[in-house]
Nanobody, 118 residues
Framework: QVQLVESGGGLVQPGGSLRLSCAASGTMFRIYTLGWYRQAPGKQRELVAT???????IYSDSVKGRFTISRDNAKNTVYLQMNSLKPEDTAVYYC????????????WGQGTPVTVSS
């Protein structure tokens, strides 16, 4: 049973930065493409960044140039460095392993909330 534990969220002012972490247990972490998702209040969950097993990255237009996804396979951890945060980045952030068609591999963790507000 894979467990995902997200951390690093919090309250930050517009223009600030946060670094999120997601640790996974019980899986061959390194073989998967990993992704960060977010879900804002009243909205559907959206995929904002992915990193392949080889380290190739893709970002949604809404975060491109501001967020950076990275991974440490030795620690079974994926990170999301978020810079130049905006109020519209406010959401609960989750990690998972995305698949084609909007599917994902593992059960969701509890997520980590990010609030961008002055």
């Amino acid at each position: 049973q894979v467990q995902l534990v997200e951390s690093g969220g919090g309250l930050v002012q517009p223009g600030g930065s946060l670094r999120l972490s997601c640790a996974a247990s019980g899986t061959m972490f390194r073989i998967y493409t990993l992704g960060w998702y977010r879900q804002a209040p009243g909205k559907q969950r959206e995929l904002v960044a992915t990193i392949s097993s080889r380290g190739s990255t893709i970002y949604s237009d809404s975060v491109k140039g501001r967020f950076t996804i990275s991974r440490d396979n030795a620690k079974n951890t994926v990170y999301l460095q978020m810079n130049s945060l905006k109020p519209e980045d406010t959401a609960v952030y989750y990690c998972n392993a995305p698949r084609d068609g909007g599917y994902y591999v593992w059960s969701w963790g509890q997520g980590t909330p990010v609030t961008v507000s002055s």
